[in-house]
């Protein structure tokens, strides 16, 4: 069985920044594609970043772009959200996925972490 634990959510100012971990037990990581999505109160979830496990293709939405960067560590079966300039926008639950397929599509993502919450006040 697959689990997904997020860690590194909190409260920062607008501008500021955090930095968002998911760590992944069961299965083989390394064959995973992993994303981060959000949702925010009242909001549909949204997909954020994504990479395969090379490292070499991503994809962002394009509110983060150049603002947010993911990366991964296949030995430590993490994955990682970078997040500067934050704005009050991209205040939501963060939310850790796994899956084969390189997507922006929620329903493409088979294991989900619990999330963790990031609040940017303004």
């Known amino acids: 069985q697959v689990h997904l634990v997020e860690s590194g959510g909190g409260l920062v100012q607008a501008g500021g920044s955090l930095s968002l971990s998911c760590v992944v037990s069961g299965g083989t990581f390394s064959r995973y594609v992993m994303a981060w999505f959000r949702q925010a109160p009242g909001k549909e979830r949204e997909f954020v970043a994504a990479?395969?496990?090379?490292?070499?293709?991503?994809l962002y939405a394009d509110s983060v772009k150049g603002r947010f960067t993911i990366s991964r560590d296949n030995a430590k079966k993490m994955a990682n959200l970078q997040m500067i300039s934050l704005k009050p926008e991209d205040t939501a639950v963060y939310y850790c996925a796994a899956g084969g397929t390189l997507s922006t599509r929620a329903t493409t993502f088979d294991h989900w972490g619990q999330g963790t919450q990031v609040t940017v006040s303004s």
């Open positions: 990479s395969r496990w090379t490292g070499g293709s991503q």
